[in-house]
Structure formats: C-alpha cells, structure tokens
C-alpha cells in the first residue's frame, strides 16, 4: 500500500510514472488511488494493526520522515511541471502519515481532512497543467512555460496562484488549516521532532511553491 502511494522508501517509481504517461492518466493516479488507499490504511491503522501501536509507529515515523525530507529537497532541483508534482505528492502523502504515526483518533480525522483539501486542490493543479498543455500543443511542460502567465491568461495565472498558497500551508487558505490538524496531533502524541520536520519542511516547499508565482507575475519571456 505504501508503494502504491508513493511513500519513501518505495517512491522512485513515481516520478517517471507521472512524466511518462498522459497527463490525464497521471491526474487520475495523482488523485484517485490515494483516496482509496487512504481509507484502507485507516482501517489497518485504526482496526487491525491497533493494538500494535508503538510497533507500526516506527516504521510509519520513519517513511513520514523521509517522505517529507526527500520529497521537499528533491524538488528543489525539478525543471519539469510534472516531475515537480510528483515530489509534491510524495510530500503530502508524508504529511498524512504523521496522522497515522499519532496513532489517535484527532490523526485520523487530521487525515481525512487533508486528504479531502489535498483532492480538491490536485483537481484544479491537474486541469491547470491540461489546459496549459493544450496552448502549446502537447508537448512536455517546463517551469519556463509559465512566464509572463499572469498577462496573457489572468484568470488561468490567479487560480493556480491560489491553489500553490494552498499547498504551500499559507493561512488562511484551507492547506494551513490541513497541516495544522496533523502537526496538533503530532504534537498530542508526543511525536515532537516529527511536528518540527513537519514545520520546516513545509517552510522550505513554501518557497518552491510561491516560486511559480514569481514566474508568472515577475519574469518576462
């Protein structure tokens, strides 16, 4: 389950999966499957495996760790607006752990709550880089191509400006208030230095976010 959703250390499949296939097969696997498996893994979490909780919390702390550490560095270095996304989706998907990792009832509805916000927010990432495609004519999309957006498509420009604060946990935006969930429920059950990855990783995505929207307002072709 954990390397259908893209969980470090059973991640690398997923970028090439996301820059390969069609961008409607990877909006689809960006969004849908992580539903599902969601719900399932807080059923194991929270019925089968529930009287194993300081067992399963090791390995669970350990992959939200890394998932947020690798996914935030590794996406510093992306070019490509797919490639980008995939290392964001690694990363998200290790903040849903730290719900799982508290091992409480506050987790699983942090989770939820995440997860809903996190879907609304792929469904407009994901039709903005189609419509995006569809302008230049298919082919694969740069960082570079989003220059000079905020001129020649306002309207386009502003709602994936929105949805990039979202995901960055820029308040008062629906993101801070999913993260925030998770980190109180971290911080419940005693889980410390996972709150603290979880607060700087989230203030080094915050500047590969809001960098997109330098791009489209503040670079010229």
Request: with cysteine; hydrophobic share 55%; net charge positive.
């Amino acid at each position: 389950l954990f390397f259908k959703v893209g969980v470090v250390p059973f991640h690398q499949w997923l970028p090439d999966v996301y820059e390969g296939a069609p961008t409607v097969v990877t909006a689809f696997f960006a969004i849908v499957p992580k539903l599902a498996i969601m719900v399932v893994l807080s059923r194991l979490f929270g019925l089968v495996f529930h009287d194993l909780t300081s067992s399963r919390s090791v390995l669970v702390m350990f992959c939200s760790l890394a998932s947020m550490v690798v996914a935030a560095f590794a996406a510093l270095s992306q070019r490509r607006l797919k490639r980008f996304f995939a290392y964001s989706s690694i990363g998200h998907v290790g903040y849903m752990l730290i719900g799982f990792a508290s091992g409480s009832v506050e987790g699983l509805q942090g989770i939820f709550i995440y997860l809903f916000i996190y879907a609304v927010t792929s469904v407009f990432v994901w039709t903005f880089i189609l419509a995006l495609e569809e302008e230049k004519g298919g082919r694969a999309l740069y960082f570079t191509d989003l220059v000079g957006l905020g001129t020649t498509h306002p309207l386009l420009a502003g709602g994936f400006m929105f949805a990039m604060f979202s995901m960055a946990g820029v308040p008062p935006l629906a993101g801070f208030f999913a993260k925030m969930f998770l980190f109180f429920s971290a911080l419940d059950g005693g889980l410390f230095r996972l709150a603290i990855v979880g607060v700087l990783t989230s203030c080094l995505g915050a500047f590969y976010y809001i960098r997109f929207i330098k791009i489209m307002y503040f670079e010229t072709p």
